[in-house]
């Protein structure tokens, strides 16, 4: 899943080196430019990786370069509905311990 990713941020910052195919690497939420200046989910305005179908609801997807969107870190984290929780914050302590 890793090298995809990478060859996805590569082909987004392909397309967006030339003005003809600019519009196809901008973020699929926003349609903001995104910075391709930076590593991948760095900044707000840098590139991630979105499923257009969401992976909980079409798992067979998740590796599927048709599925991919071209997103910012921000708008892909605050869609966030599906972000992982499993480093946890612990068990909360009772308030009288
Ligand atoms: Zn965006």
Same mark, same amino acid.
Request: glycine share 6%; proline share 7%.
């Given at each position: ?11 987004? #910052? ?38 257009? #179908? ?16 071209? =997103?910012?870190?921000? =708008?892909?984290?605050?869609?966030? #509905? ?16």
């Amino acid at each position: 899943m890793h090298a995809l990713r990478d060859d996805f941020f590569e082909e987004g #910052k392909r397309l967006d080196a030339d003005p003809e195919t600019r519009h196809e690497a901008d973020c699929w939420l926003c349609h903001g430019r995104i910075d391709y200046t930076v590593p991948a989910a760095t900044t707000p305005d840098s590139h991630t990786l979105d499923h257009a #179908k969401d992976v909980d609801t079409y798992p067979e997807l998740q590796e599927d370069p048709d599925n991919f969107r071209h =997103c910012h870190f921000n =708008c892909n984290s605050s869609r966030g #509905k599906r972000a992982p929780n499993d480093q946890g914050l612990g068990e909360q302590m009772p308030a009288w311990w």
